[in-house]
């Protein structure tokens, strides 16, 4: 069994990235991988004129293993600038190329602060080959951890919300993660035959967990919401009655209902979720 590659972090060095930080040290100490945790500094700020870039990396790298000891992590402490002709997102990617998953926090400041606020959140999310791990405003640290990394995985029943599972499967280690896979369910139009409806969408998500290891603990759910009855809100309740440590969906999967999950109900649970939410793209 090949080695699992690290989880990539992201941070500015505030308290509130270094929330996502934690998250991801939980998730790799859960896959059995190592924690790499990436500060971005532009070039021309990093020796604060003194000349001497060099002392003023080791400086960072340190303050950024103190700050990972404080949180009870263990991981390499990386500063990065972008290299010619190489913007935020490159640099980014270009660090991700060896993670397993990668880890990045949605509010930012100094280089990163547009992070998740036009080109460049569009940019790492179109192209990274890894499942991204985004937290939103609403963050809180890890829950206690439990015997067992507690992932809520949505899906719409569509073909293209089978991608997170296909992400996530190499990375779910059996007897370290229980996931259940939830479905929520909007009430057909009248004269639809909701029964054989929500059997097909059974169907269709027994099909689904069987592109997840056999070895791991998968749960199936689903919950009946009226039409328009808020897909966000049945999900966050959802993670909140699991306790989950984070909550997993496809990027921009359509299905029956025609809500597109990394559209509005991504954005929602993202903007409100104290969990961090892993998209996969299609």
Not at 23 to 47: C, F, N, T
Not at 224 to 239: F, M, Q, S, W, Y
């Amino acid at each position: 069994m090949s080695e699992m590659k690290p989880v990539v972090a992201t941070t500015d060095g505030s308290a509130h990235s270094l929330r996502a930080v934690s998250h991801a040290g939980r998730i790799a100490s859960a896959m059995g991988a190592g924690l790499k945790v990436l500060r971005i500094v532009e070039a021309s700020d990093l020796d604060g004129g003194s000349g001497d870039a060099a002392a003023a990396r080791e400086r960072l790298e340190a303050e950024l293993q103190h700050e990972l000891r404080r949180e009870g992590l263990t991981g390499d402490a990386v500063i990065e600038s972008p290299g010619k002709g190489e913007d935020v997102t490159a640099t980014i990617l270009r660090n991700a190329r060896d993670a397993s998953v990668l880890a990045m926090n949605t509010r930012g400041k100094g280089v990163v602060a547009s992070l998740l606020h036009g080109s460049v959140a569009l940019g790492v999310l179109g192209k990274a080959e890894t499942p991204v791990m985004l937290t939103g405003p609403e963050i809180l640290g890890p829950p206690v951890a439990a015997d067992a990394y507690r992932l809520l995985a949505t899906t719409d029943c569509s073909e293209d919300s089978s991608n997170v599972l296909r992400a996530l499967a190499p990375l779910l280690q059996p007897g370290r993660f229980k996931v259940t896979l939830f479905f929520v369910h909007e009430h057909a139009p009248a004269g639809t035959d909701n029964a054989a409806e929500m059997q097909a969408f059974e169907a269709t998500m027994q099909r689904q967990r069987a592109l997840l290891p056999a070895s791991v603990d998968v749960v199936l759910a689903t919950r009946d919401i009226p039409r328009g009855g808020g897909v966000d809100t049945a999900i966050l309740e959802k993670a909140r009655d699991l306790d989950a440590d984070a909550i997993a969906m496809s990027t921009h999967g359509q299905g029956a209902r025609k809500h597109a999950i990394m559209g509005s109900t991504a954005t929602a649970i993202l903007g409100r979720s104290p969990v961090p939410v892993i998209v996969a793209r299609v």
